[in-house]
């Protein structure tokens, strides 16, 4: 196993400043969501610790999420798969092909077994017996558990990985599953969103990269310093939210406004995701900022949450929940009425025959 | 004028009185505010600094009605504690339940022409103890969705499994929605239930969530049980 350099290093190599160095400390810092306090680790990790070897591989998807990626700005996508990590395998941004590039894969999980990072983006195809998803004539499941045996860490990229992903929509043809399952029990860091946020996906490759250890996972094995907040407490509409400023078509003058997208069905309030605070390629922008309601795409099975754009699902021609809600207690009422009129009639007859009886008697 | 000799039968403690109707009261709230929050009213006001349809005032209610119904759980408890009468869970593992909730079915079903007078309908304590797990639904997906807000925090740890066991929180949202209506529906028919054995029965059924006693003409089959 040949020695690898750490960032230090790299940046020496390079003939760059420390001062440049410690300048890059302090934006990884912030990058990786940590506080300010854990720059000195950062300072210690960078210039002691060796940058790993990472292998990405691809499974049920659209490999949106690598398109989400090299979008990073900070870092650049390119500087951390050049320079900062060893990227050693990757489907969609290796130039290598063919049979030499599956066996560099084999050399490389030889190599540094127990060492690389294995970052996973898609699902398994469970049906078939796994044949929905095949990658270098086996089938991904396989590739999948091969790849993970010897990872010190898995980062699942992606709701495909993470949850299943769209082709997980209901009636599941393939079979769709997140990877968590296929994995031998090791810990997965899912990193979900259908794509997740880039410098959220650097981030977290950064922290393993670093610090050699999983950053705080959540219940869930999500990052908590990206996926520890809805979108609805950090989102910038939230005040027009509690003011009751809501927009109640994409064209009317609330819309225009820039109003809460709450009654067009947005998922902020159900979303754990950094797109409030951190927003997407620089900063620019995110989904509610534009005016598209949140479809809460870092959630589990939010590809069969339908629809996107109203609060309650509707049921055919009758509507939504409250629709039949009410139908439902109307009906209720009518036949208590109805059944309050039959008891009365039911009543007197009963005492009627009660009376005959006694006369009877009598 | 006519003599009529009577017994009464004290049957529930001020502490179940006054959680009964702290819960119609709650109840009524927070069905109307959850309403409001499902769906919030339109913007009608010329100018938007006049809204008058303040989320935030309508949640703060909802969650306000909603921790008052669940401290005044403790007065349900505290009533089960001290006073028989206010047992009222279904007696499941008793064979007589059974036969007796046919009997009470049959008559509502007005398939016969009466049934025999209990202090505490089986089938009205059967419904109570599904009020009871419906209200459960509605509190634990509640405090789901309420703690949430701070996935850290003591109340997360408490209720942030539901989100997980429901599968995703907008489901959460759904199951709170669709089984408050449900409180409704049972609503509807407790009303009318208590209000036909009040009238017609002659069942002391609602004077007696007021005062606690029922002041019956006859002898109710179960009036041992309070004894």
New interface residues.
């Given amino acids: 196993m040949q020695q690898r350099e750490t960032l230090w290093e790299a940046y020496l190599r390079r003939g760059l400043s420390r001062r440049s160095f410690l300048k890059g400390c302090f934006a990884l810092t912030a990058m990786m969501g940590l506080s300010l306090d854990k720059f000195n680790d950062v300072v210690e990790a960078a210039s002691g610790r060796p940058l790993p070897v990472v292998i990405w591989i691809h499974g049920h998807e659209c490999t949106g999420c690598d398109e989400s990626f090299i979008r990073s700005a900070s870092p650049l996508a390119s500087d951390l798969v050049l320079n900062e990590i060893a990227l050693e395998y990757d489907h969609l941004l290796s130039a290598a092909c063919g049979e030499p590039f599956e066996a560099h894969l084999d050399q490389t999980i030889q190599n540094y077994y127990g060492n690389y990072i294995l970052a996973v983006e898609g699902a398994v195809a469970t049906k078939m017996n796994g044949a929905y998803c095949m990658s270098g004539g086996h089938t991904f499941t396989s590739l999948l558990q091969k790849a993970a045996a010897g990872a010190a860490a898995i980062i699942a990229y992606g709701s495909c990985s993470s949850y299943g992903g769209i082709q997980a929509a209901n009636p599941n043809p393939t079979g769709s599953a997140g990877i968590e399952m296929f994995v031998g029990g090791k810990p997965v860091i899912k990193v979900p969103g259908c794509p997740p946020i880039p410098e959220v996906m650097t981030g977290v490759v950064m922290h393993v990269a670093l610090f050699g250890n999983l950053p705080d996972l959540d219940s869930d094995g999500r990052p908590k310093q990206f996926f520890g907040n809805r979108i609805h407490d950090t989102c910038y509409r939230r005040p027009f939210f509690d003011a009751g400023l809501f927009a109640e078509t994409f064209d009317d003058a609330g819309a225009k406004a820039g109003w809460c997208l709450y009654k067009l069905g947005c998922r902020g309030p159900e979303t754990y995701s950094s797109c409030g605070n951190l927003r997407w390629y620089q900063g620019m922008s995110y989904p509610i900022q534009s005016g598209a309601p949140c479809i809460g795409c870092a959630n589990a099975h939010f590809w069969d949450e339908e629809p996107f754009t109203d609060r309650l699902p509707k049921y055919g021609k009758i509507g939504d929940a409250d629709k039949i809600g009410i139908g439902l207690g109307v009906m209720a009422t009518a036949g208590v009425a109805a059944h309050a009129v039959a008891s009365v009639i039911q009543r007197n007859s009963r005492d009627k025959v009660a009376e005959e009886n006694r006369h009877d008697e009598d | 004028m006519k003599e009529v000799k009577r017994k009464e039968f004290y049957l529930f403690s001020p502490f179940l009185r006054i959680f009964h109707w702290i819960m119609v009261t709650m109840i009524l709230i927070l069905f109307a505010t959850g309403?409001l929050i499902?769906?919030?009213?339109?913007?009608m006001t010329p100018e938007?600094f006049l809204?008058?349809?303040?989320?935030?005032l309508?949640r703060d209610i909802h969650f306000v009605a909603a921790f008052i119904l669940c401290a005044s759980l403790i007065l349900r408890v505290y009533g089960f504690a001290i006073n028989r009468g206010d047992r009222l869970f279904p007696r499941f593992w008793e064979g007589h339940f059974y036969s007796e909730t046919v009997d009470v079915a049959l008559h509502?079903m007005?398939l016969k022409?009466?049934h025999a007078s209990y202090l505490r309908n089986p089938m009205a304590r059967a419904s109570y103890a599904m009020l009871y797990v419906l209200l459960a639904i509605e509190i634990f997906t509640g405090f789901a969705m309420y703690f949430?807000?701070k996935?850290?925090g003591t109340g997360a740890a408490l209720f942030?499994?539901v989100n997980?066991i429901l599968?995703?929180?907008?489901?959460?949202?759904?199951v709170h929605?669709?089984v408050a209506?449900f409180i409704?529906?049972f609503a509807?028919?407790h009303l009318?239930m208590v209000v036909?054995a009040e009238f017609?029965e002659g069942e002391s059924e609602v004077s007696s969530m007021f005062s606690g006693s029922k002041i019956l003409a006859h002898n109710p089959k179960d009036a041992n049980e309070v004894d």
């Avoid at chain 2, 809204?51 to 935030?56: E, R």
Wanted: hydrophobic share 40%; aromatic share 12%; no cysteine.
């Fill in positions: 309403i499902a769906k919030p009213l339109q913007v938007p809204t008058i349809t303040s989320m935030d309508v509502y007005l022409k009466e949430m807000n996935p850290n942030g499994w997980t599968g995703s929180e907008m489901m959460t949202h759904l929605h669709y209506w409704i529906l509807i028919g009318y036909r017609m």
